[in-house]
């Protein structure tokens, strides 16, 4: 009986230790789910959204974890001051972790890349969207829409290609013609391609030169400017409009070739 005596105020505080971490887990995502379409609605860069409210979150959650130790009877003084030694012993062992989030305040800090962006790393060769910067890792998501998850560690220390980052970009072409064919008349052709293209732009003017000569082929160089936003179909564009200005101008793009010939072993020795 004095067994169950004295168990009691322990069952209380833990009935009172449950309760308290259910419900306030249940406030904290409450809270952390209104503080993010606060956020969206808000004018607060889109990039840092999605790190302050990853931030929030681990915040309120290693208070309530506090608190619900504190309920329980544990003096949270020396809890804190064990907690601070364990996280010195846990940072040594997740070193990676920390600089993950070393790596994600960089990132917010020096504003490489932003939540939109279009971008490639170059250690891993991943490309895609920026989605959002999270505490440990960011999100991109590919043209196939594959979500890809890249600790910041990594971002902040290796070389990244944003091609979003300026809103006008080029649009480099080669193509090849008949070595015989008049360069000017090549030239003319890849000229009223980009010029008559309506997301080309006129400043920078576009470009085509002669690019180089081989062996039956001449190739040419044709670099349009374009916004970002119409890379892609301008790419493609002028392709397909080139291909079909040489085909109604009677161009065809030279192949290579190979000839063989055969000979008789016994006659290539003078035997009958």
């Known amino acids: 009986m004095e067994f ?7 069952g209380k505080s833990l009935a009172l230790a449950l309760l308290v971490a259910v ?3 249940f406030l ?3 809270f952390v789910r209104i503080l993010r379409r606060q956020l969206s609605r808000g004018k607060l860069d889109p990039t840092l959204r999605p790190f302050l409210v990853s931030l929030t979150d681990w915040g309120l959650k290693i208070l309530l974890g506090i608190g619900v130790v504190g309920i329980l009877g ?3 003084s020396s809890f804190v ?3 601070a030694a364990g996280g010195f012993a846990i940072g040594l062992a997740f070193q990676g972790y920390l600089s993950n989030f070393a790596g994600g305040v960089l990132l917010l800090i020096t504003r490489p890349i932003q939540t939109g962006d279009y971008i490639e790393v170059e250690e891993s060769g991943y490309a895609g969207t920026v989605r959002g910067i999270r505490i440990l890792y960011t999100e991109l998501v590919t043209l196939d829409n ?5 600790p910041n560690g990594i971002l902040s220390n290796t070389s990244i290609i944003n091609y979003s980052q300026h809103p006008t970009r080029r649009v480099d072409l080669v193509f090849s013609a008949p070595f ?5 008349e090549v030239l003319a ?5 980009a010029q008559d293209h309506p997301l080309a732009l006129s400043d920078p003017a576009p470009f085509a030169r002669l690019l180089s000569l081989g062996e039956g082929e001449s190739k040419y160089a044709l670099r349009v400017w374009t916004r970002n936003e119409d890379y892609w179909s301008l790419y493609h564009d002028l392709l397909e409009g080139v291909k079909a200005g040489f085909d109604k101008a009677g161009l065809t793009v030279p192949y290579p070739r190979m000839e063989v010939h055969l000979h008789e072993a016994g006659k290539d020795r003078g035997e009958a």
Not at 4 to 10: K, W
Not at 180 to 184: A, G, K, L, N
């Open 4 to 10: 169950l005596n004295s168990l009691l105020p322990f």
């Open 23 to 25: 419900a306030g887990w």
């Open 28 to 30: 904290i995502s409450r």
């Open 74 to 76: 544990i003096d949270t």
């Open 81 to 83: 001051a064990v907690l």
């Open 146 to 150: 594959r979500a890809i998850h890249i």
């Open 180 to 184: 015989d064919t008049p360069p000017e």
């Open 189 to 193: 052709l890849l000229r009223k391609a």
